[in-house]
């Protein structure tokens, strides 16, 4: 299996060398880096794509006077680091979001915080800027204060230039930031004719905390606490992706016990955070009764989180090296009863919600996302796995403890929004089935590594199953066990793109059942 | 002595709006297996609200913030028209079922206009919403209304509701197919799921609230009043029209009590039907209504002609 995927990596390199695009290899921990020429940049994408490769991340780094410009692939399970150098004194780079759609929102966050310009940029509007910073200062430089350049009052974003439609009748509706019910900002600019929505926009950003800013010169254990709270309801995939490559960096294996604690506390919250979209899905087309059940069994299952794991939502549980807490075999027995409570209690709840026509004839056919869209945007998790991208890191690239356990990733393409209702279900059911393997495989032993100083200047890059879907973190040490660089690729910058599409040519009053089919992170796409 | 009566009719109309609400949002929640708050939550939460500054955007006229008193005031008008414990009061008999139609509305064009008023989208997404609705709405109404009306050969709910209970119980193929549309026609002229749905925090899908989002304090407070008199008034209605029995005929306090607990009665199962079916039912497409409405206009139809077929004798 892996003689067949690393294939790919090998003709790929023949190819590039026979167009004249050099590569340079460097090793680094975990994965393949690939340095190239700026002037291929683009060409590299072209080729990439090719390939069918799929675009993962990007983003750079500021060091001295020079700038790494960074961008992920990954085919069959293979990831591959691409990385160029800019100097100061010319920042321009030829543009991948020409090649891969979803690269466009990553450039613009790496154009406003660096102020490098992407030649050919189909969109190079501000993204992640609104007026919290003035236009020619790039928060990301090193010079730029961690505190930021704070004005007494900040201004209002009144001028960004949103698409507009023109015509008889096309009336533009802007929703947000501030919503009436508790979620996070966002901002969604609709075009609409009647209730028909013709374009929708998303103007994202408000919740930019400066985490790749205030990460800098962490030590492991702050990373790792800074990496939970990227995203609150994900935080044991990014502290997990963020300690899996500091782990890497630095050479260091957690003991077998850590890495099946870590599954265990990875599919508890892929359970918990499936269980409330799916009751938050009902509620959003006002079937009140399920989303009531579904609540009733997150909230049961949150307090077994509390009792086995001290904390509701699993807050600073992983460390670098390992977990914090170890499972007593009460704490096993308390679990595998819970999973025996939520299995019956989904088959009393599911048919009820099945059987409901009016619930049936809101959700089918609602907010149908393509497979070809949803592969053109690399959109990841339970939305692509409902339209049909066939990708899961636990089955791809395997990490412990998923390399032990053998697993079934649901699949369809149907693409609707009972689609991606119906995939949370089936997830939650492997996920089940997962924490039934890990706590029978549990071994005796440690559950934390010793930490060991990585060497100034190594790197990694993590890749974890979140319960969103991929997240992929790379972490650059600098000296002292201090961190230089945190970038956590959050799931939800690859799909927001793809709501902008499967909303179209629906209705106005369907774009909330929409939006929650998706649940995009609006912190963790903001960071 | 009757106009007192009629006075304290209405009155108690009033007062007893917001217990109506109180008990639906209780048998719901209890259906919801949650625990349900205080049935007199309804008169705490108006009291607050009434208590509250109103907070008006800058830019909003004066029909903003006189919108609700008007609104308020046509509700309580129509309230006068439909007979709650007694019949044949004076205020029932200076007016007829047209009349408190068009009080709904009169009520429902100065909604819409508030919603306008205020320049947000929202505002306008949610008038334009109600309108469409109302338009199917009315006739659907009026055709169910016509068919009791034929029946008893008055528009005057007071005369109609006095013949249905002089008739005694007859089973008239007429007045299922009137009660089964005026039903349906009730839930959507009060916002409820699976039309509109009162409890949703999502501005986008919203009807009647996104028409008020804007308002606060007394002025909230007059128009959540004016939402629960209006669904109460079509409790009544539908309770009254069909099972008229209990209601008092003559003024004295024996037959007004007795008019009083039955009315009282027949809201409470009403209110647990309506509770049964929104927890059993998913809001609608918005453009479902069309359909959900054509078929309550349908039933209307029917009954009409079944009416005509069936009822009259020559």
């Known amino acids: 299996m892996n003689h067949a995927q690393s294939d790919w990596t090998v003709d790929f390199l023949k190819q590039l060398n026979t167009t004249g695009c050099e590569v340079e290899q460097i090793d680094i921990a975990s994965t393949a880096l690939w340095q190239i020429e700026s002037n291929h940049w683009q060409q590299f994408a072209e080729l990439a794509l090719q390939q069918d490769l799929r675009w993962v991340a990007g983003w750079a780094e500021h060091i001295q006077d020079r700038f790494f410009i960074n961008a992920c692939f990954e085919k069959q399970g293979v990831y591959v680091l691409l990385r160029t150098i800019v100097n100061a004194a010319k920042l321009d780079l030829p543009s991948q979001a020409t090649v891969y759609p979803a690269a466009s929102r990553s450039e613009r966050h790496t154009q406003d915080m660096f102020g490098i310009n992407f030649i050919g940029h189909p969109d190079n509007r501000r993204w992640t ?208 009863q819970d999973i025996v409570q939520l299995r019956k209690e989904l088959s009393d709840i599911l048919p009820a919600v099945d059987l409901n026509s009016s619930l049936e004839d809101r959700l089918y056919t609602a907010g149908y996302l393509p497979p070809e869209t949803a592969a053109a945007f690399g959109t990841l998790g339970y939305v692509g796995r409902a ?82 879907g991929e997240i992929v973190t790379y972490i650059r040490f600098g000296a002292d066990n201090k961190i230089a660089r945190f970038y956590p690729r959050d799931p939800s910058i690859l799909n927001w793109p793809a709501l902008e599409r499967l909303v179209l040519d629906n209705i106005v009053p369907d774009f909330p059942v929409c939006n929650k089919s998706l649940n995009g992170s609006y912190s963790g796409n903001d960071l | 002595m009757s106009w007192l009566i009629a006075i304290l009719q209405t009155m108690l109309f009033a007062t007893l709006a917001p217990l109506l609400a109180g008990w639906l949002k209780w048998c719901k929640c209890r259906l919801q297996n949650r625990k349900a708050p205080s049935l007199f939550q309804p008169y705490r939460d108006l009291i607050k609200l009434t208590n509250k500054q109103p907070v008006v955007a800058g830019h909003a006229s004066w029909l903003f913030t006189i919108a609700p008193y008007i609104i308020f005031s046509a509700t309580v008008l129509a309230a006068t028209v439909v007979p709650l414990i007694a019949v ?97 026609v009730a839930v959507a002229e009060t916002g409820r799921v699976p039309v509109d749905n009162p409890a949703t925090h999502l501005e986008l899908t919203m009807i009647h609230e996104a028409m008020i989002l804007e308002y606060s304090g007394r002025h909230l407070a007059l128009i959540e009043w004016a939402s629960q008199l209006k669904l109460m008034l079509y409790g009544v209605l539908i309770a009254n029209i069909f ?44 453009f479902r209504v069309q359909e959900y409405l054509g078929f309550a206009y349908l039933l209307g139809l029917l009954g009409m002609l079944s009416h005509i077929i069936l009822e009259t004798s020559r």
């Open chain 1, 129 to 336: 800027r609104h007026k919290a910073w003035p236009k020619h200062s790039y928060p990301l430089h090193k010079d730029f204060p961690v505190q930021g350049t704070p004005e007494p009052i900040t201004l209002p974003d009144m001028d960004y230039p949103f698409i507009k439609a023109h015509g008889a009748g096309v009336y533009e509706i802007p929703v947000g930031p501030v919503h009436a019910g508790i979620i996070e900002p966002g901002h969604f600019r609709f075009q609409a004719v009647g209730e028909l929505i013709l374009n929708l926009e998303e103007r994202l950003g408000y919740v930019h905390k400066g985490i790749e800013k205030i990460a800098e010169g962490r030590t492991p254990e702050s990373l790792a606490r800074l990496a939970g709270r990227v995203s609150g309801d994900a935080t044991i995939g990014h502290c997990w992706a963020a300690c899996m490559a500091m782990e890497q960096a630095a050479g260091i294996e957690i003991p077998p016990r850590a890495a099946l604690i870590r599954g265990i506390l990875a599919e508890r919250e892929r359970v918990a955070n499936h269980l409330g979209d799916m009751g938050a899905i009902c509620n959003d087309v006002a079937f009140m009764f399920a989303q009531m059940q579904f609540t009733r069994l997150r909230e049961l299952w949150l307090r077994t989180n509390a009792k086995v794991f001290n904390h509701r939502l699993l807050m600073d549980r992983i460390i670098p090296g390992g977990v914090v807490c170890d499972l007593s075999d009460s704490s096993c027995a308390l679990i595998k």
């Open chain 1, 387 to 468: 339209s049909g991208q066939d990708k899961d890191v636990r089955r791809d690239a395997p990490y412990p403890p998923y390399d032990q356990v053998i697993f079934k990733v649901p699949v369809e393409t149907q693409g609707d929004v009972a689609s991606r209702f119906w995939m949370r279900y089936k997830e939650i059911k492997v996920a089940l089935k997962l924490i039934e393997q890990f706590i029978a495989h549990l071994a005796s032993g440690d559950i934390l590594a010793e930490w060991q100083t990585p060497p100034t200047g190594s790197e990694s890059l993590g890749m974890v199953e979140g319960w969103r």
């Open chain 2, 88 to 184: 044949d009061l004076p205020t029932s008999a200076s007016a007829d079922v047209i009349v408190m139609v068009g009080f709904f509305a009169f009520a429902r064009f100065f909604l819409a206009l508030a919603g306008l008023d205020i320049g947000t989208a929202f505002g306008g997404m949610g008038s334009s919403r109600e309108m469409t609705i109302s338009s199917l709405a009315e006739p659907a109404m009026l055709m169910a209304i016509f068919t009791l009306t034929m029946t008893a050969s008055t528009t005057n709910l007071s005369v109609a509701i006095s013949h249905v209970l002089n008739e005694g119980l007859v089973l008239r193929p007429s007045f299922v197919f009137a009660l089964f549309a005026l039903i349906l």
């Open chain 2, 243 to 286: 099972f008229p029995w209990g209601i008092a005929e003559t003024f004295n306090l024996k037959t007004l009590g007795y008019g009083l607990l039955a009315i009282m009665g027949k809201l409470a199962v009403l209110a647990i039907f309506l509770a049964v079916s929104e927890t059993l039912v998913a809001k609608m497409r918005l």
